[in-house]
Nanobody, 124 residues
Framework: QVQLVESGGGWVQAGGSWRRSCAAS?????????RGWSRHARGKQRELVASINNGGSTNYADSVKGRFTISGDNAKKLVYLEMNSLKPEDTAVYYC?????????????????WGQGTQVTVSS
């Protein structure tokens, strides 16, 4: 069974930094494809914050460009989100997701998996 496990959430002051990590685990994993981070703030729609593909190309939401950096370690099945110059409006539940290829006795398949989501609170 595939799982994406995120590092813990918490509280940080405005202007501070935080590095999130997300690890994929499961004996059936063959490869990890595109990965991303999304967030869901109270009263707002879920927003895709950053994404990265296997070639290392990245995309960012305008709200975090220049402040957040996504990176990945394919061998270790990890994806990171470095968050700098944090603002109170960055307060949200953050989720990682990954495009995961697996092999079971029934054959290969490819699915999108999500982490459990962790709260990050930025205080002013």
């Amino acid at each position: 069974q595939v799982q994406l496990v995120e590092s813990g959430g918490g509280w940080v002051q405005a202007g501070g930094s935080w590095r999130r990590s997300c690890a994929a685990s499961g004996s059936s994993i063959v490869s990890i494809g595109a990965r991303g981070w999304s967030r869901h703030a109270r009263g707002k729609q879920r927003e895709l914050v950053a994404s990265i593909n296997n070639g290392g190309s990245t995309n960012y939401a305008d709200s975090v460009k220049g402040r957040f950096t996504i990176s990945g370690d394919n061998a270790k099945k990890l994806v990171y989100l470095e968050m700098n110059s944090l603002k109170p409006e960055d307060t949200a539940v953050y989720y990682c997701n990954a495009d995961v290829s697996t092999y079971y006795r029934t054959g290969y398949r490819r699915d999108d998996y999500w982490g459990q989501g962790t709260q990050v609170t930025v205080s002013s």
